[in-house]
């Protein structure tokens, strides 16, 4: 397997990146601690939407359960009277996933507004069940040039196989390299026409937070993101761009949540990439398997201890690389051009 690696550590302060069901700040133990987490869908949604910004032609997907009215308008578009574009919508909609209402299914879509259009026009110029059926099966297997995104981060509909995609890219959610304990953020509003002697506050309440160094791991299969169910159909140039997009709002890209009230958005400390010519990606994250401690700061540690373990598995494992290059050592722009070179 053609791979590359991002090795990433990223100090953020005062922040709840990710939270759970109890509104709490995501944590895991890991080596016999608690660390703080970000899962990995959260932190691939701020890459994708970063990834629109910077090549909004070539990463157009959208995940959605309305899907039913823009297949209607795409129909009326090709001539169908509306009685006519609407129970074709649905049937439509029935063959690509389970159908929840009149205007959306049960799970959510990962399409773009072209293949959804293209969807239509094939369904609607069939003219029996079976080469409909057929129509549809051969649309899901291809993947529109403009959804770089769902070939990079795939897609997964529970109730129809046909219509998933591997993902090209891997992620591990991201951890502390050290250990962490969340805090909590007491916090009041005024009511700022309340009378004088009218005593206390308007809203008290509560927040928690924490503050971490985080060891991220993305890796993306090249060999996979060329083939005929992903990019194929782009030129090789096409393709470079996709992936240096994907390598560029990877490593820039942070989730936003509180991002008003707990403003977070910092770089990496450090980045290490890696391409392979073969063989599996690999973490580091058992650099951190022993959290870091220290009394003056965790990023420093952190970057020595994840050279460390990736000297030792080179040599103990034989690890090989045809690049290998790190971030502050060399430029952003030169570490892109040299990742990308790699591509085919």
Same mark, same amino acid.
């Given at each position: 397997?053609?791979?590359?690696?991002?090795? %990433? !550590?990223?100090?953020?302060?005062?922040?709840?990146?990710?939270?759970?069901?109890?509104?709490?700040?995501?944590?895991? %133990?890991?080596?016999?601690?608690?660390?703080?987490?970000?899962?990995?869908?959260?932190?691939?949604?701020?890459?994708?939407?970063?990834?629109?910004?910077?090549?909004?032609?070539?990463?157009?997907?959208?995940?959605?359960?309305?899907? !039913?009215?823009?297949?209607?308008?795409?129909?009326?578009?090709?001539?169908?009277?509306?009685?006519?574009?609407?129970?074709?919508?649905?049937?439509?909609?029935?063959?690509?996933?389970?159908?929840?209402?009149?205007?959306?299914?049960?799970?959510?879509?990962?399409?773009?507004?072209?293949?959804?259009?293209?969807?239509?026009?094939?369904?609607?110029?069939?003219?029996?069940?079976?080469?409909?059926?057929?129509?549809?099966?051969?649309?899901?297997?291809?993947?529109?040039?403009?959804?770089?995104? %769902?070939?990079?981060?795939?897609?997964?509909?529970?109730?129809?196989?046909?219509?998933?995609?591997?993902?090209?890219?891997?992620?591990?959610?991201?951890?502390?390299?050290?250990?962490?304990? @969340?805090?909590?953020?007491?916090?009041?509003?005024?009511?700022?026409?309340?009378?004088?002697?009218?005593?206390?506050?308007?809203?008290?309440?509560?927040?928690?937070? @924490?503050?971490?160094?985080?060891?991220?791991?993305?890796?993306?299969?090249?060999?996979?993101?060329?083939?005929?169910?992903?990019?194929?159909?782009?030129?090789?140039?096409?393709?470079?761009?996709?992936?240096?997009?994907?390598?560029?709002?990877?490593?820039?890209?942070?989730?936003?949540?509180?991002? @008003?009230?707990?403003?977070?958005?910092?770089?990496?400390?450090?980045?290490?990439?890696?391409?392979?010519?073969?063989?599996?990606? %690999?973490?580091?994250?058992?650099?951190?398997?022993?959290?870091?401690?220290?009394?003056?700061?965790?990023?420093?540690?952190?970057?020595?201890?994840?050279?460390?373990?990736?000297?030792?598995?080179?040599?103990?494992?034989?690890?090989?690389?045809?690049?290998?290059?790190? !971030?502050?050592?060399?430029?952003? @722009?030169?570490?892109?051009?040299?990742?990308?070179?790699?591509?085919?």
């Amino acid at each position: 397997m053609r791979h590359l690696e991002l090795h %990433i !550590i990223q100090s953020v302060p005062v922040a709840c990146l990710n939270r759970d069901d109890l509104n709490s700040p995501k944590t895991a %133990i890991f080596g016999g601690v608690q660390r703080a987490r970000v899962s990995s869908q959260w932190w691939k949604r701020a890459i994708r939407e970063m990834a629109k910004e910077i090549a909004p032609d070539d990463f157009k997907g959208l995940r959605t359960r309305y899907i !039913i009215e823009p297949i209607v308008a795409e129909l009326r578009r090709l001539g169908k009277k509306e009685e006519d574009a609407a129970k074709l919508a649905q049937e439509i909609a029935a063959a690509l996933a389970t159908k929840d209402t009149e205007k959306r299914v049960k799970t959510l879509l990962f399409s773009t507004e072209k293949e959804i259009r293209e969807f239509a026009k094939v369904y609607a110029e069939s003219t029996t069940p079976a080469s409909r059926k057929k129509a549809i099966e051969v649309m899901i297997g291809k993947t529109p040039q403009d959804a770089a995104d %769902i070939a990079l981060f795939g897609r997964m509909v529970a109730s129809d196989y046909t219509v998933q995609l591997e993902a090209a890219s891997m992620f591990s959610h991201a951890l502390s390299t050290h250990r962490v304990d @969340n805090e909590i953020d007491f916090f009041t509003a005024v009511d700022e026409r309340q009378p004088k002697e009218d005593l206390g506050s308007a809203h008290p309440g509560t927040l928690e937070f @924490n503050s971490a160094t985080y060891y991220r791991f993305a890796a993306l299969n090249l060999d996979m993101l060329a083939d005929a169910d992903h990019l194929a159909s782009l030129t090789p140039d096409e393709r470079k761009t996709v992936v240096r997009t994907f390598l560029e709002a990877t490593i820039k890209a942070i989730p936003g949540a509180r991002k @008003n009230t707990m403003n977070s958005n910092t770089l990496p400390n450090y980045v290490l990439g890696v391409v392979r010519e073969k063989g599996h990606p %690999i973490q580091l994250v058992n650099a951190f398997e022993n959290p870091v401690r220290s009394s003056q700061g965790y990023a420093a540690q952190s970057i020595e201890q994840l050279k460390a373990e990736y000297a030792k598995l080179k040599e103990t494992w034989g690890l090989t690389a045809v690049y290998e290059k790190a !971030i502050p050592d060399v430029t952003l @722009n030169d570490f892109l051009k040299g990742m990308v070179s790699h591509v085919k």
